[in-house]
């Protein structure tokens, strides 16, 4: 996730706590804002979604500055492009070890989850949303939901698993299931 926005001297601090423990070393934090303030430097007022702030998870406490939109417009100035108050934070991760984009709930002990002025918000644990057990036999990459049917069935063979079926000689879709031979 790379930040391409300037810093507008507006920020919120964005603590992800070191209890997160679904994340890998390397992987990226990104925080958006979906209705951020996209322009700067004139007064057109382009809403949309926009990054915000982002930094690469070590294993430790991670330290985000979001960067929060300036409207000097009613005064005869300009703008710039950063989050918008109370716009809702929308955390987003990188999972570099599968090289995959993850949308994310979260909880927190401090703060809350929209972008306020001031005090930071503590985020104590991420979810990530969409299947995220590639051997799982319906992984679905492109999913954005985990209702637990992206687990591997510990109960379901894989053969069933394929869309096939074990034959009389405990084959996968093996010649037993139509001539009732088995290979010695």
Known sequence: FDVTINETGANQLIIFSSSIANLGVGDEIAVFDLNGLQNSGDC???IGEILVGAG?????QLEISGIGSIDNCSVGG???AGYVEENAIIVRVWDH???KEYETTFT???GNNIFTTPGPT???SLNLLGCTDNTACNY???AMENDDSCEYPIDL???DCVGNVLDECGICGGPGATDGLCPD
Do not use: N
């Open 157 to 159: 063979d894989w053969c």
């Open 78 to 80: 300009s703008q710039m």
């Open 97 to 99: 070890s599968e090289s």
């Open 44 to 46: 057109s007022s382009e």
């Open 140 to 142: 679905d990459p492109a």
């Open 56 to 60: 690469k998870w070590q294993g430790e």
């Open 122 to 124: 503590v985020i104590t």
């Open 108 to 110: 927190f002990s401090e």
